[in-house]
């Protein structure tokens, strides 16, 4: 199979059909062989409804259908676990996202040997309060990930080759940085198109300005993670043993000081009298806690199994 397109949605009902007609155009005029995987994300209005018509009118369409709603991340979690594309393209529901982009993602994916394209909305039809907030969030992601040639890491129009979705997880919210995951699973050709932003037609944004907060903590997230996810005793166990070295060496100087007046008849308040003794104390303790928890990662990291498990209550 040529291509797969996987489509995450929430309350999108109203654009589904023409979406799926302007997919299926493209590919009969290319002659691609493909199929779309639409992923219900717990819509509300009658959204699985209308992926049910589609799929008894169109055998490549596809649909899984999620309880609840559990974000983007999963969703498109569950459809890369399912492509069967030679070359994955991501796109959203909601019509601002041109199929016309697909045969240009797919020649840069197999003959120009690309593993990643993200699209670059260049001109945008969204207000200030949310293009200016994505400059910044862009901008720091960059200087973060150093992936210099990328101005928008959360495009939904993105085209893979098969494998890369196969060896990245995507879980949490880590949709936004995709490239990122794939930079850090070893795919280091990371290319970008210039792409077509529509106006939304219908409905209205499901992403709120908390969406940008969110963003930043996971890019902290996954930034510790790269360097140290797979050693996180690197990181704890060499703070813990420094905060403990530099406590035990303070305590030691401070009873062997105790000592030392004591057998020379000098008189001297109480240890447990003097601030140094607490901090001691403490920072032995801190360091303790930091190696202990260094460690209690490591044995985590090693075993957690249940990461990237949905409740889904129906596939087509």
Not at 297 to 315: C, D, G, H, P, V
Request: glycine residues 8%; contains cysteine; aromatic residues 14%.
């Amino acid at each position: 199979m040529d291509i797969s397109v996987i489509v995450p949605l929430y309350n999108e009902a109203e654009s589904l059909p023409e979406l799926t007609a302007w997919i299926e155009r493209v590919m009969k005029e290319h002659g691609y062989t493909y199929e779309v995987i639409f992923i219900n994300d717990g819509s509300t209005d009658n959204s699985w409804e209308i992926i049910e018509e589609l799929q008894k009118k169109n055998s490549n369409v596809h649909g899984i259908k999620f309880r609840r709603n559990y974000g983007k991340s999963p969703a498109l979690y569950c459809g890369f676990e399912r492509a069967q594309g030679n070359v994955v393209i991501t796109m959203d529901a909601d019509l601002q996202d041109s199929p016309d982009e697909i045969p240009i993602l797919y020649k840069m994916i197999t003959e120009d040997g690309y593993d990643l394209v993200s699209g670059y909305k260049q001109k945008r039809y969204d207000p200030l309060t949310k293009t200016i907030p994505t400059k910044l969030f862009n901008a720091t992601a960059r200087k973060v990930s150093g992936i210099k040639n990328l101005h928008d890491f959360n495009c939904g129009l993105k085209a893979y080759k098969n494998e890369v979705i196969k060896s990245i997880e995507v879980y949490g919210d880590m949709h936004r940085y995709i490239p990122y995951l794939a930079k850090n699973a070893g795919y280091s050709k990371i290319g970008e198109l210039v792409v077509h932003h529509q106006a939304r037609k219908y409905g209205k944004s499901k992403f709120g300005i908390s969406r940008f907060f969110h963003g930043y903590l996971d890019l902290m997230s996954l930034w510790f993670l790269s360097k140290f996810g797979y050693r996180p005793m690197h990181i704890f166990g060499l703070w813990g043993t420094l905060m403990f070295f530099i406590g035990f060496v303070a305590a030691i100087i401070l009873g062997a000081g105790k000592l030392y007046a004591l057998s020379n008849g000098i008189a001297q308040r109480l240890v447990t009298d003097s601030p140094y003794f607490y901090i001691s104390l403490t920072m032995m303790i801190l360091g303790t806690q930091l190696f202990l928890t260094g460690f209690l990662a490591e044995l985590i990291s090693r075993t957690s199994q249940e990461r990237n498990k949905y409740n889904i209550a129906k596939e087509i």
